[in-house]
C-alpha cells in the first residue's frame, strides 16, 4: 500500500472538469485524506485546456507533486499536454470517444472507457464528469458507497431522478474499467486515512469566512480573477448576519465605497487582483491619510497588465507596499496557508482599526484558488479588537470645537468617533489638515501630521511575523519564501536532508513593517540564504537587502512562467548551489 498519490483531471474548460475534481475530492476528504490541489485553467469562459492535480496522501502536504499516478483526460490534447508527468507505469484514463493515443517516449497504460457513452445511455453527456470520476475511484478500490454520498450531497437538491442517474454513471464507468484492469490497481492502493473530520477549502474562501467571523458586514467588489470567489461566497453569507455585498461599476468605486463604509463604523473589505489593485492606490492614500480603517484584498496573479489572469505569480510585492503616492501608513500581511487565511482576515481587521491604517492581505493565486486540505477552525481563538472606535458617550464640546478626530498623541492613534455622534462632529478631507480635520498648510502642523501617522508604525503588533523551522545552528542554507511558496520548500528541504544538507526555512508573513528584528539573527547565521519567489525581479530579496542587509549572502531563485514550484526544482536548485559554495 502507498502513504500517496497524484491525481489530474483535464479537458476542455466548461467540460466539466471541475465537477470531476470536486466530487471525488469530497469523497477523499470524507475518508479523512489530506489534499493539496492545484488549478490550471485558460482566461476565458469557456473553451482551453484546463485541468486540475489533486495530492492525496496520509499525512499533511503543502505542495503539488512533481509527477502524476492517474490521468483522467475527456480529450487527446489532456493526454498530449501532461502525459510528460506520468510516472513510468502510470495510468491515462481516457474517454473511448477520441480514440486517445499514449504520447510516444510515454510509459504508461491506457484505458480507453465509454465516459461519453455512458453519459449519453443515461441522458445526457453532462453526466460524463461522474463516469470518469467513478472510473478513477474504481482503480483505488475504495469504498463506492462513499463516493455516492458525495454525489448525493453535490446533487441532491435537483432532485432523487438526478442523483440516480449521476450514481448511475459512476456504477457503470466503475465496472468498465474493473473489467479492462482485473480489479482494482494494487500499487494504487491507499493506506487508510486517519477518519478524522477535515475541512477542504480554497483560501479565497477561508478569507471570506474570516471576514464574516471578523464581523465584516459589506463588501464592495468588482469580479476580477483570482479574487471573485471572495466576493461570491460572501454574497451567500453576509446577508445571513444583515450584511451585504454590491458589486460596483469599477474598483475605484469599491474601495471608496468600503473606506466610507468603516468610516461609518461597520467593518467591511474589498478584494481585487494586480489590475484592481492599481486602481484603488489613489482611494488607499486618502484611507491613509485621513486615518480610516480598510482592509483590502490582492490575489495576485500574472502581470503587467492583464497579464496570465488564471497563473500564478507573487509581482506585486513592492507595489502594495509603495504603490500609493505620498508617504502613509499601512500594513501588508502575507498568508501562507489555509488556516492563515481565515485567521489573517481577522487580524487584518483589527490592525486595522487598532492602528486606524489600511491593511492589505497580500495572497497569490495558488494559495487563492488552489483547494487544500486544513484542520478544524478554532473558533475561541477569535478576538475583535476595534481600537480607539468611541462606543460610549464623547465628553460636550465647547460652542465652534470641534471633536479632534485626529489629535497628537503618544503613539499616533487618535479616538474615533463615527457619523451621528454627539459631539463628535469634524471635519474629513484628503488634504493636510489639523486636529479636528480643518485643512491646513502649516508646515509645523504638516510635520507633526506625518510624524503621527508614520509614527504608527514603529507600534504594530503582527501575530507570528515571520513562521521559523530552524532545527541548525549554523546550516548550509536558510531558504526564506512567503505565500504558498511554504509547503513546496518544506518537501524539498526533506530531500535535502537525505543527502545531508542542513536548511532551516523562514516563511515571510509580514511583508510591511518588515519584521527585521525578527529575521536578521537567522540571516546572520546562515552561510547561505536562498529566496524563492514567483516574480522576475527579486522582490521579497529587494526588501531584505533594503531593511536588513546581507546582500552578499542572498541568492534569489525566481519563477515567473505561470506555474507554481515544483519540490524537485528547489531541490535542485539548493543542490547545486551547495556543491558551488563548497567548491
Known sequence: ?????????????GEGVESTDKIFSTAL????????????????????HTNNKIRISTKPIRSISDDLDILVAFDQETIDVNAHELRENGVIIADAKVNPVVPEGVKARLFPVPITAIAEELGTSLFKNMAASGASW????????????????????????????????????????????????PEFQLEPADGRQKLFMIGNDAIALGAVAAGCRFMPAYPI????????????????????????EDEIAACTMAIGANYGGVRALTASAGPGLSLMMEAIGLAGMTETP??????????????????????????????????????????????ECFYDAI?????????????????????SLGKQTSELLDYNKIQ??????????????????????????????????????????????????????????????????????????????????????APHEEPDLLIIGMGSTGGTIDEARRRLADKGMK????????????PVEEIKPYLEKAKTVVVVENNATAQLASLIKLNVGYADKIKSMLKYDGNPFLPAEITKYCQELNLVWQR
Not at 476528504?29 to 482551453?48: A, D, P, Q
Not at 453535490?154 to 432532485?159: D, L, T
Not at 471572495?230 to 460596483?248: A, N
Open 384 to 469: 475583535i479588537k476595534r481600537g480607539e472606535l468611541q462606543t460610549g458617550e464623547l465628553p460636550a464640546l465647547a460652542e465652534n470645537q470641534m471633536f479632534k478626530r485626529y489629535e497628537f498623541t503618544e503613539n499616533g492613534v487618535s479616538k474615533r468617533s463615527v457619523p451621528g455622534q454627539k459631539y463628535g462632529i469634524h471635519h474629513v478631507t484628503g488634504v493636510e489638515h489639523a486636529e479636528d480635520g480643518r485643512p491646513s498648510e502649516s508646515p509645523i502642523n504638516r510635520k507633526k501630521m506625518m510624524d503621527k501617522r508614520l509614527g504608527k508604525m514603529k507600534q504594530v503588533k503582527v501575530t507570528n511575523p515571520i513562521l521559523v523551522d
Open 138 to 185: 474504481a482503480l483505488l478500490g475504495l469504498p463506492l458507497e462513499v463516493f455516492n454520498k458525495a454525489v448525493e450531497e453535490e446533487f441532491g437538491r435537483k432532485g432523487a431522478a438526478v442523483v440516480e442517474k449521476n450514481v448511475e454513471a459512476v456504477r457503470k464507468a466503475a465496472e468498465f474499467v474493473l473489467e479492462l484492469t482485473g480489479g482494482p490497481l
Open 1 to 13: 500500500m502507498i502513504s500517496q498519490l497524484s491525481w489530474k483531471v483535464g479537458g476542455q474548460q
Open 294 to 339: 480598510v482592509v483590502i484584498v490582492d490575489t495576485q496573479r500574472g502581470g503587467p497588465s492583464t497579464g496570465l489572469p488564471t497563473k500564478q505569480e507573487q509581482s506585486d510585492v513592492l507595489a502594495m507596499i509603495h504603490g500609493t503616492h505620498g508617504e502613509i501608513p499601512k500594513i501588508v500581511l502575507s498568508p501562507s496557508t489555509i488556516e
Open 225 to 248: 480573477t483570482p479574487a471573485s470567489e471572495i466576493m461570491e461566497y460572501l454574497i451567500k453569507t453576509l446577508p445571513k448576519f444583515g450584511g451585504t455585498v454590491i458589486q460596483t
Open 29 to 48: 476528504t470524507r475518508l479523512g485524506y489530506y489534499l493539496y490541489g492545484y488549478r490550471h485553467f485558460s482566461s476565458r469562459i469557456k473553451g482551453g
Open 347 to 367: 487580524e487584518a481587521f483589527n490592525l486595522a482599526e487598532e492602528y486606524q491604517v489600511p491593511v492589505i492581505l497580500l495572497t497569490d493565486l495558488q494559495l
Open 503 to 514: 536548511t532551516n526555512h523562514i516563511t515571510v508573513r509580514l511583508l510591511h513593517p518588515f
